[in-house]
């Protein structure tokens, strides 16, 4: 029972996917190579998320700041893992005001270089730390092949970048991030279960010590990379030279992190949720929570019917996110269609026959067609409305757990890994080295996700060396 | 009565607002010519602005959208005067991923190019219109002498983009914009009075047919453009192809506007507000309205005291943007210092004598030293603070609309033009042409800053060329 302009994931979820970026106007691409045009829609998204974040990321201690978005170049070459890995993917700024720079200057890809600079001439003593600054930015990386939202040469995101005392403050920045900010976020927020877990030394970040993750599963099985938090050490401390004074006046190099999380959000939330007649959302990200369809034919059923919506809905601004679709020139059928396709959770009709019963007919959208209609009292609509949209955001979570955990494997050996890692995540005893992962990404395309927190009590074999360990992986295919 | 690190108004108006900059720990220059740090408090400051802009355009029917930062270099050159006003400055990228470009991407300017060549996509019907778009973004402009928020090369701001089926309803929208959006922020919210008005062709945007603006005065007399409204008329639509059928299935092309507000506005409120001590912030732009600094020496004090505090400000969050400055390694008059130069409103101190009387002392910011210190007792604390928020949000307008007023001249003649444009604001009759303008510009670095909309009833004798005329224009030197 797909839509028209969906493609169902069944038949190609690739295009599925595209399908609905296109047809819910959340992104269309630009006449500028990989850069994508983020439509109202899919930015009203974006401002939620980003808001969510935000309130946690300054509870959480942090205050915002704005760094450059040029980069000298010569800034990127100091970290020497860093420009190894960034180097290869940055677009430079060669030509500016009609004369050639003297040094190329590098569109960001990533904030360290010229954050880890600043705060080199910020940081003196002991007294000034922690620095807890976070900035919200576009970034550039010169990706090959890109895909809306998952991978854009441009893309917006916030990045954190603290400096401490200790290397345990900084550990304890690095998992407080990932735990209280991006995990609540993603799962409180996005209604997204996620794995938790420390990267292995192939997947951490270019330039970090450690680099923790949390995974989100998509409905094909693969694994998105929702929010990663890094552990530096004093990596970028001793290539941009932030030091502090202690305070028995000893000179030391900070410790430092940085976290991020991005317009990618809304790839993980697209293909967490939806389904073959579009999109669905969790009603907190959700830019409008319910729409009311007006229904009538004549003038005076118009006017009747009107005036009982703005009636029911005339306590519900600041309450709910809504909107009366009252356009006169679109079919019931379209609007229906319309809202669904845009992911709105709750849609109320309400016509002439309506108002004789006293009832409205309310469609939550993550019960599609008739299963998820029914008619309700207009007395206590709005209490209805909360409860309803409060049970979606529960039912929305409970439904990606209840995915997750069952496309979660177990795997005795490498041939039941292959087998199981085409449906989903595979959960396993792993003591290999970072050669065992190339090969393994390169027969299965399958990378560590995440080294979880809750790791096995028990040694157990591994799947690819045979060999006994306590250490737990979980693998996939990912975005 | 300076500060130490803050030269004076008198001495040095320039000196003073990078010394402001710098002691209140706004901005700071970075690695990367023309383009500024911006520090946790002047970005707090930010979002304020922001937020309240943000409201605003979203109150008057806009939404948010997002459009790539590069553009390439065949867009800008399609409209004739928009590439002539930009090319100069732009920054420009010929390398990216390791490869050379085919064609170079300048980083945005300005969107209206990207923008329109988006909405010749978008904009089928007359049932499409109006597109009423704003976005969130930084740019660049390769200024050759920069200045932190007045002129950097990369700038924060909003901008609009909107697109009308007819020329009245473009002309509406400029003029909403620059009353309901810009004026309302910056008068009713930054505290400063401005002049509404119209561009000279002279001073318009690089493809406007008209620019409105809002111009504030700064102490030094000169004036600082703080929000630009442009009606593109058809120049756009025609350089982009941007067409709609009527609902009589006729082809047209659409009427368009742009409008951006920036980080600018920061370098607007220090200059319209703050003293020789530091900077002055209304309180609704204050990021810290409150900031309270208890005073002891023993520890049994220090607990009396911290306690007194708990109870007096256990109603304030979300009432009060508030902070308790319990830092021990500080002296009392370090810190009254510190929060007076960062601007916070109002400043509370409390000690063991205050307990006994129930009293605190309460000093406000916009009147220095003693004058602005009372002793106020505990009891209604809240209520008293609330109201003097309030107040000096008020005394701040209108102590800068009295010197508006007063550094408002008028001119018989070019002899006193000279001399009160040295001081302030001119107005005056004035039926010269673009040739006089240059002319008087080369003479008296004045400009027209607009032409009011509030004209004169009767016809007068132009300053400049003895013509008689009804049109008034207000010069002024300008940031």
Redesign the interface.
């Known amino acids: 029972m797909a839509k028209a302009g969906i493609t169902t994931r069944d038949k190609d979820y690739s295009q599925w996917y595209l399908d609905i970026v296109d047809q819910a106007d959340l992104a269309e691409n630009?006449?500028?190579r990989g850069?994508?045009?983020?439509?109202?829609h899919?930015?009203?998204i974006?401002?939620l998320i980003r808001d969510a974040l935000d309130q946690r990321i300054k509870e959480t201690g942090h205050?915002?700041?704005?760094?450059?978005?040029?980069?000298?170049k010569s800034?990127l070459m100091k970290e020497a893992e860093h420009i190894e890995g960034f180097?290869?993917?940055?677009?430079?700024?060669?030509?500016?005001?009609?004369e050639e720079l003297a040094e190329?200057?590098v569109?960001r890809p990533t904030s360290e270089t010229?954050i880890g600079?600043?705060y080199a001439k910020w940081i003196r003593s002991w007294?000034d730390l922690p620095v807890l600054?976070n900035q919200w930015?576009?970034v550039?990386r010169?990706e090959?092949r890109t895909r809306p939202f998952l991978r854009t040469a441009?893309f917006?995101w916030q990045e954190g970048h603290t400096a401490h005392a200790t290397e345990e403050e900084a550990e304890q920045e690095t998992l407080k991030i990932l735990h209280d900010v991006y995990a609540d976020v993603v799962e409180n927020v996005m209604a997204i279960p996620v794995y938790r877990g420390l990267k292995t030394e192939r997947e951490r970040f270019a330039g970090a010590v450690r680099t923790y993750s949390i995974e989100a599963m998509m409905q094909d099985g693969k694994a998105l990379q929702a929010g990663t938090s890094h552990n530096l050490g004093q990596n970028f401390a001793h290539s941009f030279e932030i030091k502090y004074q202690t305070s028995d006046n000893r000179e030391e190099y900070c410790w430092t992190t940085s976290w991020g999380a991005s317009t990618r959000l809304i790839g993980a939330l697209i293909m967490a949720h939806s389904d073959d007649d579009g999109l669905v959302l969790p009603p907190k990200v959700a830019p409008l929570q319910v729409v009311l369809v007006p229904i009538f034919k004549t003038d005076e059923e118009r006017s009747m019917v009107l005036e009982a919506v703005a009636r029911l809905t005339a306590g519900w601004k600041g309450r709910f996110r809504f909107k009366i679709d009252d356009r006169d020139?679109l079919s019931m059928g379209f609007k229906a269609n319309e809202w669904e396709v845009k992911g709105v959770p709750v849609r109320v009709e309400i016509g002439p026959k309506d108002l004789q019963k006293g009832t409205v007919a309310v469609s939550r959208r993550d019960r599609p067609g008739r299963e998820g209609k029914t008619f309700i009292e207009q007395a206590g609509l709005d209490e209805h409305i909360e409860g309803l949209l409060d049970e979606m955001q529960q039912a929305l979570y409970d439904r990606a757990l209840a995915f997750q955990r069952v496309h979660t494997f177990e795997a005795a050996d490498y041939d039941e890994f292959k087998q199981k890692v085409e449906q989903g995540f595979v959960r396993v005893y792993f003591d290999g080295n970072g050669d065992d992962e190339d090969r393994i990404k390169a027969e299965t395309k399958a990378t560590v996700r995440v080294l979880p927190f809750d790791q096995a009590e028990e040694a157990g074999r591994c799947f690819f060396t045979g060999r006994q360990t306590q250490r737990i992986a979980i693998f996939a295919r990912s975005y």
Chains 1, 2 share one sequence.
Do not use: D, H, Q
Request: proline share 9%; charged share 15%; aromatic share 12%.
């Open positions: 630009s006449g500028v850069c994508m045009v983020i439509k109202p899919g930015y009203a974006w401002e205050v915002n700041a704005y760094f450059p978005l040029l980069i000298p800034y180097a290869p993917e940055v677009a430079e700024v060669t030509r500016a005001g009609g190329p200057l569109i010229i600079a600043t007294r600054i930015a576009n550039m010169w090959m441009e917006l020139n």
